[in-house]
């Protein structure tokens, strides 16, 4: 079957809200149809609704009328206040053809919000694409891959950014098979985080050991690398790093050098680089030369905002080697990791035995990873104790709490502390019925020493780690994910999704293999 509309069911089928509409003037045995409306039941739209000729022709006409420009770009800002309204911070727009779906990701979870009719996804994409956006090509391509900035004038209040990128989408019900997904990434600050970077620190949810390395990494030069997924805080965490370092040496100069600027840094000198979007090459090369034409700018400290190229990293290193402060980022697992990261970059680049400059004590200076957790509602959380009087295979608590989440987290969380375990509730009036109020960070944050960077330059990662643990009393960001739900501020089932690995990974890791009692316990199959 060709999954794009048939020529003779266009004007009288049409997909509205997830529904598929179907004129009374079609035979319900319509060969074509029955194709059609199986070929959507596999695609999700189960649900068809028949309506007389004259009701149908009114429905039509409704949704599919054609948008002018400036209708669509109202559309455009309409959806971006809406976001801005409920803090979300990303929206998804994915234009299938037949129809477009609108995603918000607010405090980490994506909800449906909104679905545009056949044809207005695709004008609403290449309009914003084309007419409201800054650094971007001059023409919109569903078959390629695209980056922009949103321009200031089209920001909702209190949002710094909006970062748009595209990728081509497979989209069977289109005429083409061709559609588009578009991210776009709302930067704004919610964390009302101010003064010290003590202070900072500890609002955005790092621990008082975490603050106090912190406080030592801020006072050295050398090279500070945090790093977890997109979505994790990085940005927002080196941007209360910096407005706070600036603030107390008020006699030193410092800069920042993004593609493109996310956050407004109050006391730093934000350098912008002005490349083309869509050559990463040229890119790379333009960010070398903007951090060398930083390094002659009489700095004292600077902030990168992501280490993307080798030839950045190279650039980075060297600028380190110089005795400057500096605080980047890069997208890792752990934060032992990032070395093995980095490492390899410059090994495809073509540099000989990269570890020994990154491995250099006077380079890297600090090693953080984090990921943020949804934070429960106090009014509406649920408690363990009520959970598990739930009967066993009872479908409420089988969702709330999977077998595999419940036998975990018997295994790692103290018993006497399981009266303080929760889980998210259903919503209520102080939480807009989300049953979370706000994100907070769980993370690992290293100080490097002679001796962990002697293991890792050799690349003994075990040694590094046991170093870690050992001596300066590290604890992982599955540890801190530990505390937090110990303490009955986030719920291990969500907590455990948002990790990426089981919660009782570091009990399983902690003798550094896994044998088959031990991936038993992981997946949750045995208990305490």
């Not at 202070?199 to 030592?216: A, N, S, V, W």
């Not at 410092?254 to 490349?275: A, G």
């Not at 000989?352 to 090693?367: E, F, V």
């Not at 110990?486 to 948002?498: I, N, Q, W, Y």
Request: charged share 25%.
């Amino acid at each position: 079957m060709n999954s794009a509309m048939p020529e003779n069911l266009k004007g009288t089928v049409i997909i509205v809200d997830g529904v598929v509409h179907i004129s009374d003037s079609l035979a319900k045995d319509d060969h074509e149809l029955l194709s059609y409306l199986s070929f959507a039941a596999r695609k999700g739209f189960t649900e068809n609704k028949w309506h007389s000729i004259k009701e149908f022709a009114e429905l039509y006409k409704k949704n599919k009328k054609a948008v002018s420009e400036s209708e669509v770009q109202n559309m455009a800002v309409n959806i971006l206040q809406d976001a801005r309204e409920v803090g979300a911070s990303d929206i998804h727009i994915a234009d299938y053809g037949a129809f477009t779906t609108i995603q918000f990701r607010r405090m980490g979870m994506l909800e449906e919000r909104e679905q545009l009719p056949e044809g207005v996804g695709h004008k609403l994409l290449s309009s914003m694409y084309t007419t409201m956006t800054e650094g971007a090509d001059s023409n919109f391509s569903k078959t390629e891959r695209q980056d922009a900035t949103l321009k200031s004038e089209f920001l909702p209040a209190d949002v710094q950014s909006v970062r748009l990128h595209t990728e081509p989408l497979q989209a069977e019900m289109a005429k083409d098979k061709q559609g588009t997904f578009m991210a776009m990434r709302l930067l704004y600050d919610v964390t009302e985080a101010t003064g010290t970077l003590e202070e900072r620190m500890r609002t955005l949810g790092y621990t008082e050991q975490h603050i106090e390395i912190f406080k030592y990494l801020s006072t050295r030069s050398g090279c500070v690398i945090f790093s977890g997924p997109t979505g994790s805080g990085k940005t927002t965490a080196m941007k209360h790093v910096m407005e706070s370092i600036a603030a107390e040496n008020r006699d030193k100069s410092y800069m920042s050098l993004e593609d493109p600027p996310e956050f407004t840094m109050n006391l730093v000198k934000q350098i912008r680089l002005v490349s083309d979007y869509t050559d990463e090459a040229k890119r790379a090369v333009l960010f070398r030369a903007a951090l060398g034409g930083m390094m002659r700018s009489d700095i004292d400290g600077l902030m990168i905002g992501e280490m993307r190229y080798p030839e950045v990293v190279m650039a980075v290193l060297r600028a380190a080697q110089t005795g400057h402060s500096i605080w980047t980022s890069t997208h890792a697992s752990s934060a032992l990791n990032i070395i093995t990261l980095l490492s390899t970059m410059l090994t495809d680049y073509g540099i000989a035995q990269p570890r020994n400059y990154l491995c250099d004590h006077s380079i890297c200076s600090g090693l953080i990873n984090q990921r943020l957790v949804p934070v429960l509602c106090e009014h509406c959380k649920r408690p363990f104790t009520e959970i598990v009087k739930l009967p066993e295979n009872d479908p409420e608590r089988l969702r709330i709490l999977p077998r595999g989440v419940f036998n975990r987290m018997l295994e790692v969380i103290d018993t006497d502390k399981l009266e303080n375990v929760y889980f998210k509730g259903n919503g209520c009036e102080h939480c807009d019925n989300m049953g979370i109020v706000s994100q907070t960070v769980v993370a690992e944050v290293i100080a490097t020493d002679y001796i962990m960077l002697e293991h890792l330059r050799k690349n003994d990662f075990i040694g590094a780690h046991k170093h870690w643990i050992n001596e300066q009393n590290g604890k992982s960001y599955v540890g801190h994910a530990l505390d937090l739900i110990s303490e009955g501020k986030v719920d291990p089932t969500a907590v455990e999704k948002k990790l990426g690995v089981p919660l009782n990974y570091d009990k399983a890791f902690g003798h550094y293999s896994f044998n088959a009692e031990d991936l038993n316990r992981m997946s949750g199959a045995g208990g305490k």
